[in-house]
């Protein structure tokens, strides 16, 4: 199936690529002319002009392997956030003025973020819109846990909780509905950038004194888990929360520091990230993009330079996460790269299950762990069908990791099956993040559950 999608004046199209393609060349045509000819399996073109359509054909050495029509779309109204009292000088607390920018945004508009730095606290988008920042926009996040209350419910770490707001919100948790947010663009060539770790400690440092009787009363439990941040640090927001999602893109940003996980897609679908970097060398928990019990999620072309997992795929953790069993399936992640961070990552959240993943022409030679999928015994659950290709790896791992193994245990130990590897190269030189150097591994391990 070929896909298309325009953001501005750029198409990009993109597809899947055939398990025997290797060293293809796709070539992009438009009514018989040729466009771009690439050994990717994506590729960006002008977009038609309003009211004009283009027929895209894609050839594989020569072949056909499909076609799809886009439409120019008609320009969208800009409003600028500077029209309703914004002010990018770094200072001013802009929370008020841009949530009243969002909401005064219709189908029609286009919310533009002109070059400045916008600080501000959490805002709460809504369906049907288009959010552009232009080079040089940056969308700040504050420091201070206040600016993200009222906390509401989300997920972190595979349990359902209440945490404090994002940087940008999209949607409302309802893991027995469908879609109550959608049709988003979040594009341009700006940044997103979160509090990071100094708004990390500070919401610790709050929780940790108003959990204070809680944490006390577990005892030696508290030993169960990673470290002494983990209960208070849990509720920390993202930096894009979007919840029973649909049809949203992000594209062109550079997204960084948000207080935890990056990019936060729950009980979601067809969510598509393409073309960003994806910044938080320093943040504790930093995941870059996390597709959380959701399907038809892709994400290419983009760049990571992560202090934890590039992407971590999730489901939920034991037993709530077998109990609402809404696993993750169909996703598809190629022509990324990772330059600092751990990897992709397959759980350990994963007991709702995992299945249909696909990664192929990624460069992960630069992580520590390059390709792992991971549980821990009391997970339940299962991870199948998950097949890597083409792809540059430090190594490839199928474990039992001994942390985030607090909480009641599944009735039974989660199930890997299906997992393949074609034509991967394993460096077996793994980056360790801490150190700061490079130091030989085994290129794949597997490791099951002890008894």
Request: charged share 25%; net charge negative.
């Amino acid at each position: 199936m070929i896909h298309a999608l325009t953001a501005g004046t750029k198409t990009t199209v993109y597809w899947e690529k055939a398990e025997d393609a290797q060293g293809a060349v796709y070539t992009i045509l438009a009514g018989g002319r040729e466009l771009v000819r690439t050994s990717s399996t994506y590729a960006v073109v002008d977009a038609p002009k309003e009211g004009e359509t283009i027929d895209l054909e894609i050839l594989r050495d020569g072949s056909s392997i499909g076609n799809t029509r886009v439409t120019g779309r008609a320009q969208k109204r800009r409003l600028s956030v500077l029209d309703f009292g914004a002010a990018g000088d770094g200072i001013k607390l802009n929370t008020e003025s841009l949530q009243r920018a969002i909401d005064a945004c219709t189908q029609g508009d286009e919310l533009y973020f002109p070059a400045g730095t916008y600080l501000t606290g959490a805002l709460r988008l809504h369906s049907d819109m288009t959010v552009y920042l232009e080079e040089g926009a940056v969308l700040q996040g504050t420091e201070n846990p206040e600016d993200y209350l009222p906390k509401i419910p989300s997920r972190f770490e595979g349990t359902e909780m209440m945490c404090y707001q994002s940087l940008l919100n999209l949607g409302t948790m309802d893991h027995t509905g469908p879609a109550n947010a959608g049709r988003v663009l979040i594009y341009g060539h700006g940044t997103i950038s979160g509090g990071g770790q100094k708004l990390a400690l500070n919401i610790i440092e709050r929780e940790r004194a108003e959990l204070k009787e809680y944490i006390a009363s577990l005892g030696e439990k508290v030993q169960e888990y990673e470290n002494n941040n983990t209960i208070p640090g849990r509720p920390r927001g993202r930096l894009i929360n979007l919840s029973n999602c649909e049809d949203v893109r992000i594209t062109g940003l550079t997204l960084q520091n948000g207080a935890s996980w990056n990019v936060h897609m729950l009980y979601s679908r067809g969510i598509v990230t393409d073309q960003c970097i994806f910044r938080s060398q320093n943040v504790w928990n930093g995941d870059g993009w996390d597709p959380d019990s959701s399907e038809d999620c892709t994400l290419f072309a983009c760049k990571f330079f992560t202090g934890d997992d590039s992407v971590a795929i999730k489901s939920g953790k034991n037993p709530e996460g077998n109990r609402i069993a809404r696993p993750t399936r169909h996703i598809r992640i190629f022509s990324c790269y990772s330059e600092e961070g751990l990897g992709i990552a397959i759980g350990s959240e994963m007991s709702g299950g995992v299945e249909d993943v696909r990664i192929w022409d990624c460069d992960l030679e630069h992580s520590l762990y390059g390709v792992q999928i991971k549980g821990t015994k009391k997970r339940g659950g299962y991870v199948k069908d998950v097949c890597v290709m083409d792809s540059r790896l430090s190594r490839f791992l199928v474990t039992a990791v001994k942390y985030n193994d607090d909480g009641e245990g599944a009735e039974h130990p989660p199930v890997f099956s299906g997992i393949r590897l074609l034509r991967d190269h394993f460096s077996c030189w793994a980056r360790d993040y801490w150190e700061k150097e490079d130091h030989p591994v085994t290129g794949i391990e597997l490791t099951g559950f002890e008894e």
